[in-house]
């Protein structure tokens, strides 16, 4: 099956700082990429579609300047917290679309803004 | 109206029994449904996708699309522990990077 993969797992960092999660599709190539936010015992909540070569679109409510998304290639993109507060603290996934419109979720990247 | 409706639950069943999650959608312009399964703190699998009115199975699990009634569920036969998680229901309306999501079932297989 289609495979996605998401680095960091899990970061830990001060208020204030700025953090990349990259996502990647290892076996098949994603013009379109999603981003998730999901906090504890929560659905998940889309904050924006990435596609490749252009900007991505967000949902309201999800502030574009604070969450940057670059979706640079077919298997790349990455979202950059910026200027992170604990409120930002909360389970991150990527997904990636595939040709049969299937998304494949990332593993997911836990985020702890002290 | 919600795009996607799921019943949260708690569903519980006994192990070996079949357990049966029901998901509805607003559209019928939908095209293709998909469920996927989240273990707590973990991000969703896909277990399978239906495009066609019927049956689909795939082990355990069969899923079943009726566009008329814009119904769609999943069964899981045999039912074991491990099933424990929350079940996804996803409606993509195909056009465009429409992809709905339901808010989740959660699964209790009781030993």
């Known amino acids: 099956g289609a495979v996605v993969s998401q680095h960091p797992s899990r970061v830990i960092c001060k208020s204030g700082t700025s953090v990349k999660i990259e996502c990647r599709s290892l076996?098949?190539?994603?013009?379109?990429m999603f981003w998730y936010r999901q906090f504890p015992k929560q659905s998940l909540m889309l904050m924006a579609t990435?596609?490749?070569?252009?900007?991505?679109?967000?949902e309201q409510g999800v502030e574009k300047d604070k969450f940057l998304i670059n979706h640079a290639s077919l298997t790349l993109s990455t979202l950059t917290v910026t200027s992170a507060h604990p409120e930002d603290s909360s389970f991150y996934i990527c997904?990636?679309?595939?040709?049969?419109?299937?998304?494949?979720f990332g593993p997911g990247t836990r985020l702890t803004v002290l | 109206q919600k795009e996607v409706e799921q019943n949260s639950g708690p569903l519980s069943v006994p192990e070996g029994a079949i357990a049966s999650l029901n998901c509805t959608y607003s559209?019928?312009?939908?095209?293709?449904f998909f469920w996927y399964r989240q273990y707590s703190g973990k991000s969703p699998e896909l277990i399978m996708f239906?495009?066609?009115?019927g049956d689909k199975e795939d082990g355990r699990f069969t899923a079943q699309l009726n566009k008329a009634s814009q119904y769609v569920s999943l069964l899981i036969r045999d039912s074991q522990p491990s099933d424990s998680a929350t079940y996804l229901c996803?409606?993509?309306?195909?056009?465009?990077?429409?992809?709905?999501f339901g808010t989740g079932t959660s699964l209790t297989v009781i030993p």
């Open positions: 996803a409606v993509n309306k195909n056009t465009g990077n429409q992809f709905y």
């Open positions: 997904s990636a679309r595939s040709r049969t419109d299937t998304q494949y």
């Open positions: 239906i495009y066609s009115n």
């Open positions: 559209d019928r312009g939908s095209q293709s």
């Open positions: 990435s596609n490749e070569g252009s900007k991505a679109t967000y």
């Open positions: 076996d098949f190539q994603a013009t379109t």
